[in-house]
Every structure is written in C-alpha cells, then in structure tokens.
C-alpha cells in the first residue's frame, strides 16, 4: 500500500534532525509500538533554569517515525519543560503538513517519548511537572481513538 507523504516528512526522514544520545542526559525515555514495531529513545539535556538545552533520538522504524522523532525534537529544542510538555501528536503532524492515517501512531509515539524523557528528568531529580503523568511504555492506537 503507498502512502503520499508531505516534502516536510520526506525531509525529517532522510535528513533528520537531533539523531544520536546525550551522555548524562537530564532524562531518557523509550517507547514502542508492539504491533507495528517502532521504538523511539528520546534524550533531552535540561539545564538549571528548566530549559530543554538540547534532545535527541534514536527511532528503530518507519520513515514516519524517524520524522515524527526528528519533529518532535525540533519542537522541543530550546523550550522550558512546561512548553515541551505541551508538544501533542496534533503539533508533531501538522509541523510535518501531516500523515496518512495508518502512520498517525507514528505522531503518538513521537508524542509519549517526549513524555517519557521528561518523567525521567522529573524522576531522577525529585520533581513534579505539572500535567505528566507517568508514560506508557507500549503505545495501542486503539487507547487514543479520536486523539489524532
């Protein structure tokens, strides 16, 4: 089955942004997709004043999921932890001018990786981030039906 994909996904998937790990990162978080198989590792680096210095990722999947990883670090890159928080699936889409329906997980993903980085981040320096709630490691479609 072919799917027509945007310039802006073409783009993040053969040139993509932030691809690599941060040693001593402020926080790491995996998640994955058992029934498609896509697994994303998101890194951010936070400094003292709450402020994501830099993320990166490394994504075992599809073309859409190395441009919603990639996206989705851009979008967060220089954001406070609140501001990153507020990066949706929704955001990650648009951003890239899109998906087709069938890789709309791909956004899901790229959406709860960032998530679980920061709970990490929270985790491991005794926070509270308002608004997080502890991520989900496997990530079903079926539990965010009209989420999209």
Not at 80 to 96: G, K, P, S, Y
């Given at each position: 089955?072919?799917?027509?994909?945007?310039?802006?996904?073409?783009?993040?998937?053969?040139?993509?942004?932030?691809?690599?790990?941060?040693e001593n990162c402020s926080?790491?978080?995996?998640?994955?997709?058992?029934?498609?198989?896509?697994?994303?590792?998101?890194?951010?680096?936070?400094?003292?004043?709450?402020?994501?210095?830099?993320?990166?990722?490394?994504?075992?999947?599809?073309?859409?999921?190395?441009?919603?990883?990639?996206?989705?670090?851009?979008?967060?890159?220089?954001?406070?932890?609140?501001?990153?928080?507020?990066?949706?699936?929704?955001?990650?889409?648009?951003?890239?001018?899109?998906?087709?329906?069938?890789?709309?997980?791909?956004?899901?993903?790229?959406?709860?990786?960032?998530?679980?980085?920061?709970?990490?981040?929270?985790?491991?320096?005794?926070?509270?981030?308002?608004?997080?709630?502890?991520?989900?490691?496997?990530?079903?479609e079926h539990e965010h039906?009209?989420?999209?």
């Amino acid at each position: 089955m072919a799917f027509a994909y945007s310039e802006k996904v073409m783009d993040h998937f053969t040139n993509p942004r932030n691809v690599g790990e941060i040693e001593n990162c402020s926080g790491c978080g995996t998640v994955g997709n058992a029934q498609c198989g896509d697994i994303m590792r998101m890194y951010v680096d936070v400094d003292d004043s709450g402020i994501i210095r830099d993320v990166k990722f490394k994504t075992f999947g599809c073309g859409a999921a190395i441009a919603t990883s990639s996206m989705a670090t851009e979008l967060v890159k220089g954001k406070t932890v609140q501001q990153a928080l507020e990066v949706t699936n929704r955001a990650v889409m648009d951003a890239l001018d899109g998906l087709p329906p069938v890789k709309v997980h791909c956004s899901l993903l790229a959406e709860e990786a960032i998530h679980a980085a920061l709970w990490d981040y929270a985790e491991k320096n005794g926070l509270v981030i308002e608004g997080l709630e502890k991520p989900k490691t496997d990530i079903h479609e079926h539990e965010h039906a009209g989420v999209a």
